[in-house]
């Protein structure tokens, strides 16, 4: 099975990027990992602008995929996408993908793996209402 990254790995990962803080968002798992609501991720998904795109294809070998992603590196994976303000949500330093948004992902995937995560984004959202933090 492949190394699985903690919250220390994925930031180290992370901070080794070569692209602009700004041009990008990490997506899924990682996203719930960063928020300390999972304990580790298999690798990193993020989204990126155009620009972030481009900066990655000038320091990276992107290679692209059937389905539209680029694989950056064997631990990184990114996706070409329109910066939204409902899309991310702001961690310290680091733009992530809103758990609104994720969470409508994982509504509709029947993948073992996001159905576990279904319940945990249900619940921070719904903890998230009680506190008054929407």
Do not use: H
Request: aromatic fraction near 8%.
């Amino acid at each position: 099975m492949e190394k699985r990254m903690n919250k220390k790995e994925l930031l180290e990962l992370i901070e080794s990027l070569k692209i602009d803080k700004d041009e990008f968002w990490v997506l899924s798992s990682s996203a719930l990992v960063l928020r300390g609501l999972f304990p580790d991720a298999g690798d990193l998904d993020m989204a990126v602008t155009e620009k972030g795109l481009e900066q990655l294809k000038n320091n990276y070998d992107l290679k692209q995929k059937e389905n539209g992603w680029y694989i950056v590196n064997d631990k990184i994976e990114c996706v070409l996408d329109v910066k939204e303000d409902w899309k991310i949500e702001k961690l310290g330093n680091y733009n992530l993908e809103s758990l609104e948004k994720y969470f409508e992902f994982l509504k509709t995937s029947k993948r073992e793996k996001d159905v576990i995560k279904y319940n945990i984004v249900k619940e921070e959202l719904s903890k998230r209402k009680v506190d008054g933090n929407e």
